[in-house]
């Protein structure tokens, strides 16, 4: 997505909240760790532990934990949520969970994978919530004959 917006001329920063073995990296570092294990960012790449963002046009939260660390941001327009999962199952019944949960209610502007996501978040929280459709390669993945 970040490619994608950038060659529609968009400038793209990614901030990535450093965990364990990136914790003491360099930006430089931590884009090669980016690039080689993911995909090469047509933007830039820094580490970012709550420090103020870049002035921008929009901030695109990819995990729920980074919507804790958004709250002092006020040099952007809009705050959108990337929604990839039902983020809560991923941790089990407990803290975790909950504040995963709670993301869905910080009237963020979310865009879902697929239109259950979307509804479930609309129903559920009444949030701002659009989507869209999964990208599916069907000369791979097509019924097959029972």
Same mark, same amino acid.
């Given at each position: 997505?970040?490619?994608?917006?950038?060659?529609?001329?968009?400038?793209?920063?990614?901030?990535?909240? /450093?965990?364990?073995?990136?914790?003491?990296?360099?930006? !430089?570092?931590?884009?090669?760790?980016?690039?080689?294990? &993911? *995909?090469? $960012?047509?933007?830039?790449?820094?580490?970012?532990?709550?420090?103020?963002?870049a002035?921008?046009?929009?901030?695109?939260?990819?995990?729920?934990?980074?919507?804790?660390?958004?709250?002092?941001?006020?040099?952007?327009?809009?705050?959108?949520?990337?929604?990839?999962?039902?983020? /809560?199952?991923?941790?089990?019944?407990?803290?975790?969970? !909950?504040?995963?949960?709670?993301?869905?209610?910080?009237? &963020? *502007?979310? $865009?879902?994978?697929?239109?259950?996501?979307?509804?479930?978040?609309?129903?559920w929280?009444?949030?701002?919530?659009?989507?869209?459709?999964?990208?599916?390669?069907?000369?791979?993945?097509?019924?097959?004959p029972?």
């Amino acid at each position: 997505m970040m490619n994608l917006l950038a060659g529609f001329g968009h400038q793209v920063n990614a901030y990535i909240v /450093p965990r364990q073995v990136l914790w003491e990296k360099s930006d !430089l570092e931590v884009r090669e760790f980016v690039r080689r294990h &993911f *995909s090469d $960012i047509n933007g830039e790449v820094y580490k970012w532990s709550g420090e103020p963002l870049a002035e921008s046009d929009a901030v695109m939260l990819t995990h729920w934990s980074t919507a804790y660390l958004v709250d002092h941001v006020h040099n952007t327009s809009r705050i959108f949520y990337f929604v990839q999962d039902w983020e /809560p199952f991923f941790a089990p019944m407990g803290t975790d969970y !909950l504040k995963a949960e709670q993301t869905y209610k910080m009237g &963020f *502007s979310c $865009i879902t994978l697929g239109r259950w996501l979307t509804k479930r978040l609309r129903e559920w929280y009444n949030a701002d919530a659009d989507y869209f459709d999964l990208a599916v390669d069907h000369t791979i993945y097509y019924p097959r004959p029972v």
